[in-house]
């Protein structure tokens, strides 16, 4: 019985395979009136695709026919148990019963909004049977891990089109935070301009109708297990596949491709069942002016290697969110930094400073006061200040560990960048510029003897980083409870200044780490413990913490709901160790013993460990957030244009000066036009700029030592004002500025 009904099952297959097989690449089509250079689709297209579809359909069947004999011999059907998060129990038939047919049994709504399937903890394809009873839970759209299931189905749609469009060859296709793109270096057989053919904005509308027409047709993701042999011969005219195929995956074994249409694609899956679960997809629009994105970058990340092509694109599973996002871009388009930076004259960036933002005076205002905010909190609770160098002997981030850890970004050359780290060479000396301050803060430890009555040891340093890591601590193991409460505390007082929620993650044991693996057990569990007394829900983010130590992220989120990761919080035993720090315990001992590990775990010394935090992260970067955010209307505190004085005439301007004056006096930043605009022009002016407050002041305002105030957020007093003797204002706005509100109500 078993061999009849496995040469059925095979039969089966070997019908459905004739018919996939048949599926003809599409020849070109062109778009009326268009030409050879704008056709939709290359005629003839590339030989590889029907190449890899040969392989694919003659691989498939062999490998259905295999498993068909399999199941029934080896691994016959089995009455299985299903376990959904409820606790409910559905029987289903091992190598028979899908996560979909689960889905579908339970409701018709429920298999057509989910898009993945999680089982046992692990994604799992929809339409991929089930081999033993196992735990079920579907993920949709809405879940973190199902966006990016979507994302990467949907940036094969994008790859189709654009091996279609352009017969290009196909590097990475990844998701990633809003959307996904594909990576591709352009065959020069295949294009028009003898020098090789860009991306263009004019492509995209090809693109969008190449990928509208795969979405439509349904395209099953047919998943394949591969040999290495195999594989580089199925992507043997893709230079860059065959040099992944050799690179990731060992001789002798096998891994996995996908298939939708007529793209294959070297891929660990799991995938969506099929483009139709795709209902709006665009080619992204990620700047105020360009309608897409599309960058080069290099293969593998080194500029010696090819230049490749990007092209970003977005998918929901419903228009209407197309339609939220596209208003979205355009809201975000107005709040652009960069746009707002400039219309407000508060900074800008040049070519010859890459990255670097220039203040002008009215940003190093917002800059300072984000400083000074940090100051006075940082005195609060118990820092010092100190200021250490700028530039290094490289040795002090070999002894750190960063140095090894980065060698992989390492050039023979005068000058390199070694992931954040900018090294040259000085009197056959190497030396690096500072990306981080805690390397130095470990020498200004060593650099006398510390005793356990001046721990915990808190430093705050503002020297001049490419990183900006603003604060670190130094303790023993026994305060470390509460100096991660202060730490958690810390943050979320800032944080609620500026009106941000956020979220923690636990980042845990990256691939790539120093030290053993109970020390890093025991820094997880501290870590863990904290955000549990702590009170604010968070996650786990396995692998992803520093190669010194794990560490709390804390992900904040803007007025647009964009989040941005900024503040880290860091548990360090690797540093002191390596730094070979103690500090005396108190305990009886006659001599400092020798500095090693023996030593610290001594009864008179003892190892501290430190606590590294960055709380606002880059203060410069955490501008552009705040300037986004508040899309240039900045609260009051914050402000770098708090009071506009308008003389309603020439002969108020000595007033209009009075007044300016004792504002200044005052620590506010005020300002008195005294140009030759009308008055109108004047208040209009310091409308459009955002000032806070508009004084208006005139003949009558000036004999009575009064002020006629304008609120810029008090729609009610833009009209007419409000008069205001001029010590009662300048008394409220004080307070206002105190006390840090985001409401400018006085």
């Given at each position: 019985m078993a061999d009849q009904a496995a040469a059925e099952v095979a039969g089966k297959v070997a019908e459905v395979t004739d018919k996939v097989k048949n599926m003809s690449v599409k020849k070109d089509k062109k778009p009326k009136g268009g030409d050879a250079a704008s056709a939709l689709e290359l005629s003839p297209p590339p030989s590889y695709i029907q190449h890899r579809i040969d392989m694919f359909d003659r691989l498939k069947k062999q490998y259905d026919a295999e498993v068909a004999v399999k199941r029934f011999a080896a691994k016959p059907r089995e009455t299985i148990k299903i376990t959904l998060p409820d606790g409910k129990v559905i029987e289903g038939t091992s190598w028979e019963t899908t996560p979909m047919d689960i889905a579908k049994g339970i409701s018709k709504s429920l298999s057509e909004k989910i898009v993945i399937a999680k089982v046992d903890g692990n994604l799992f394809d929809l339409v991929r049977p089930l081999e033993q009873s196992c735990s079920l839970r579907f993920l949709t759209f809405d879940d973190d891990e199902g966006k990016k299931v979507y994302w990467h189905s949907s940036a094969h749609v994008l790859g189709e089109a654009c091996e279609l469009h352009y017969g290009c060859h196909l590097c990475i296709g990844p998701p990633i935070e809003e959307g996904f793109y594909y990576e591709m270096g352009m065959d020069r057989r295949h294009v028009t301009k003898k020098d090789g053919r860009a991306v263009a904005e004019t492509d995209w509308a090809s693109l969008e109708q190449l990928a509208k027409k795969a979405i439509s047709e349904k395209q099953p993701f047919e998943r394949l297990?591969?040999?290495?042999?195999?594989?580089?011969?199925?992507?043997?005219?893709?230079?860059?596949?065959?040099?992944?195929?050799?690179?990731?995956?060992?001789?002798?074994?096998?891994?996995t491709v996908y298939r939708c249409g007529p793209l294959i694609d070297l891929?660990?899956?799991?995938?969506?069942?099929?483009?139709?679960?795709?209902?709006?997809?665009?080619?992204?629009?990620?700047?105020a002016k360009q309608r897409v994105q599309n960058s080069a970058s290099y293969f593998l990340g080194d500029a010696k290697n090819d230049s490749l092509q990007r092209v970003y694109g977005i998918s929901f599973p419903d228009a209407k969110q197309m339609k939220e996002y596209k208003q979205f871009l355009e809201e975000a388009a107005k709040r652009d930094h960069r746009k707002i930076g400039q219309e407000q004259e508060l900074f800008f960036f040049h070519e010859l400073s890459p990255g670097s933002c220039f203040f002008l005076p009215h940003g190093a205002r917002i800059y300072n006061t984000l400083i000074d905010l940090q100051k006075s909190e940082y005195r609060k609770r118990g820092f010092h200040e100190v200021v250490t160098p700028n530039m290094f002997n490289v040795k002090l981030w070999e002894t750190s560990g960063h140095w090894q850890n980065y060698q992989a970004w390492i050039r023979n050359i005068d000058v390199v960048q070694q992931e954040d780290m900018f090294s040259l060479d000085v009197e056959k000396e190497k030396f690096a510029l500072k990306?981080?301050?805690?390397?130095?803060?470990?020498?200004?430890?060593?650099?006398?003897?510390?005793?356990?009555?001046?721990?915990?040891?808190?430093?705050?340093?503002?020297?001049?980083?490419?990183?900006?890591?603003?604060?670190?601590?130094?303790?023993?193991?026994?305060?470390?409870?509460?100096?991660?409460?202060?730490?958690?505390?810390?943050?979320?007082?800032?944080?609620?200044?500026?009106?941000?929620?956020?979220?923690?993650?636990?980042?845990?044991?990256?691939?790539?780490?120093?030290?053993?693996?109970?020390?890093?057990?025991?820094?997880?569990?501290?870590?863990?413990?904290?955000?549990?007394?702590?009170?604010?829900?968070?996650?786990?983010?396995?692998?992803?913490?520093?190669?010194?130590?794990?560490?709390?992220?804390?992900?904040?989120s803007d007025?647009?709901?964009?989040?941005?990761?900024?503040?880290?919080?860091?548990?360090?035993?690797?540093?002191?160790?390596?730094?070979?720090?103690?500090?005396?315990?108190?305990?009886?001992?006659?001599?400092?013993?020798?500095?090693?590990?023996?030593?610290?775990?001594?009864?008179?010394?003892?190892?501290?460990?430190?606590?590294?935090?960055?709380?606002?992260?880059?203060?410069?970067?955490?501008?552009?957030?705040?300037?986004?955010?508040?899309?240039?209307?900045?609260?009051?505190?914050?402000?770098?244009?708090?009071?506009?004085?308008?003389?309603?005439?020439?002969?108020?301007?000595?007033?209009?000066?009075?007044?300016?004056?004792?504002?200044?006096?005052?620590g506010l930043y005020a300002e008195a036009d005294l140009s030759d605009s009308t008055l109108n022009k004047k208040v209009r002016n310091a409308e459009?700029?955002?000032?806070?407050?508009?004084?208006?002041?005139?003949?009558?305002?000036?004999?009575?030592?009064?002020?006629?105030?304008?609120?810029?957020?008090?729609?009610?007093?833009?009209?007419?004002?409000?008069?205001?003797?001029?010590?009662?204002?300048?008394?409220?706005?004080?307070?206002?500025?105190?006390?840090?509100?985001?409401?400018?109500?006085?």
């Amino acid at each position: 019985m078993a061999d009849q009904a496995a040469a059925e099952v095979a039969g089966k297959v070997a019908e459905v395979t004739d018919k996939v097989k048949n599926m003809s690449v599409k020849k070109d089509k062109k778009p009326k009136g268009g030409d050879a250079a704008s056709a939709l689709e290359l005629s003839p297209p590339p030989s590889y695709i029907q190449h890899r579809i040969d392989m694919f359909d003659r691989l498939k069947k062999q490998y259905d026919a295999e498993v068909a004999v399999k199941r029934f011999a080896a691994k016959p059907r089995e009455t299985i148990k299903i376990t959904l998060p409820d606790g409910k129990v559905i029987e289903g038939t091992s190598w028979e019963t899908t996560p979909m047919d689960i889905a579908k049994g339970i409701s018709k709504s429920l298999s057509e909004k989910i898009v993945i399937a999680k089982v046992d903890g692990n994604l799992f394809d929809l339409v991929r049977p089930l081999e033993q009873s196992c735990s079920l839970r579907f993920l949709t759209f809405d879940d973190d891990e199902g966006k990016k299931v979507y994302w990467h189905s949907s940036a094969h749609v994008l790859g189709e089109a654009c091996e279609l469009h352009y017969g290009c060859h196909l590097c990475i296709g990844p998701p990633i935070e809003e959307g996904f793109y594909y990576e591709m270096g352009m065959d020069r057989r295949h294009v028009t301009k003898k020098d090789g053919r860009a991306v263009a904005e004019t492509d995209w509308a090809s693109l969008e109708q190449l990928a509208k027409k795969a979405i439509s047709e349904k395209q099953p993701f047919e998943r394949l297990v591969v040999s290495k042999t195999d594989l580089l011969e199925m992507f043997k005219d893709n230079k860059y596949k065959v040099h992944i195929i050799n690179d990731k995956i060992p001789d002798g074994t096998s891994t996995t491709v996908y298939r939708c249409g007529p793209l294959i694609d070297l891929c660990y899956g799991p995938h969506i069942p099929n483009t139709g679960k795709i209902k709006a997809f665009a080619v992204t629009k990620t700047g105020a002016k360009q309608r897409v994105q599309n960058s080069a970058s290099y293969f593998l990340g080194d500029a010696k290697n090819d230049s490749l092509q990007r092209v970003y694109g977005i998918s929901f599973p419903d228009a209407k969110q197309m339609k939220e996002y596209k208003q979205f871009l355009e809201e975000a388009a107005k709040r652009d930094h960069r746009k707002i930076g400039q219309e407000q004259e508060l900074f800008f960036f040049h070519e010859l400073s890459p990255g670097s933002c220039f203040f002008l005076p009215h940003g190093a205002r917002i800059y300072n006061t984000l400083i000074d905010l940090q100051k006075s909190e940082y005195r609060k609770r118990g820092f010092h200040e100190v200021v250490t160098p700028n530039m290094f002997n490289v040795k002090l981030w070999e002894t750190s560990g960063h140095w090894q850890n980065y060698q992989a970004w390492i050039r023979n050359i005068d000058v390199v960048q070694q992931e954040d780290m900018f090294s040259l060479d000085v009197e056959k000396e190497k030396f690096a510029l500072k990306p981080m301050n805690c390397p130095s803060h470990c020498l200004m430890f060593k650099h006398r003897e510390r005793s356990y009555r001046e721990l915990p040891l808190r430093l705050a340093d503002f020297g001049v980083l490419h990183r900006n890591e603003a604060s670190g601590a130094l303790t023993g193991l026994t305060r470390l409870g509460t100096e991660m409460d202060g730490c958690l505390d810390f943050l979320q007082h800032i944080y609620g200044i500026f009106g941000f929620t956020f979220s923690l993650k636990l980042s845990t044991r990256p691939e790539k780490f120093l030290g053993e693996i109970e020390q890093w057990n025991k820094a997880e569990a501290l870590l863990e413990e904290a955000l549990k007394k702590f009170g604010h829900p968070w996650e786990l983010n396995p692998g992803d913490g520093a190669f010194y130590g794990p560490k709390i992220d804390i992900v904040i989120s803007d007025a647009l709901r964009r989040r941005h990761q900024c503040a880290t919080i860091q548990l360090d035993f690797q540093l002191p160790e390596r730094f070979q720090l103690s500090y005396r315990t108190g305990e009886a001992s006659a001599s400092k013993p020798e500095e090693s590990k023996a030593a610290a775990t001594s009864a008179a010394f003892q190892r501290p460990v430190m606590i590294h935090r960055a709380i606002l992260g880059s203060v410069e970067r955490m501008i552009a957030i705040l300037t986004e955010n508040f899309a240039g209307k900045w609260p009051f505190w914050l402000s770098p244009r708090q009071v506009m004085i308008v003389p309603v005439g020439v002969t108020n301007f000595g007033y209009a000066e009075q007044v300016r004056e004792k504002l200044q006096h005052a620590g506010l930043y005020a300002e008195a036009d005294l140009s030759d605009s009308t008055l109108n022009k004047k208040v209009r002016n310091a409308e459009i700029a955002h000032w806070n407050f508009i004084f208006v002041v005139g003949n009558q305002e000036e004999e009575s030592g009064s002020v006629n105030c304008r609120n810029r957020d008090d729609p009610n007093s833009k009209n007419r004002g409000e008069v205001y003797p001029l010590e009662v204002i300048l008394g409220k706005l004080v307070s206002l500025k105190e006390s840090k509100s985001l409401r400018q109500e006085i």
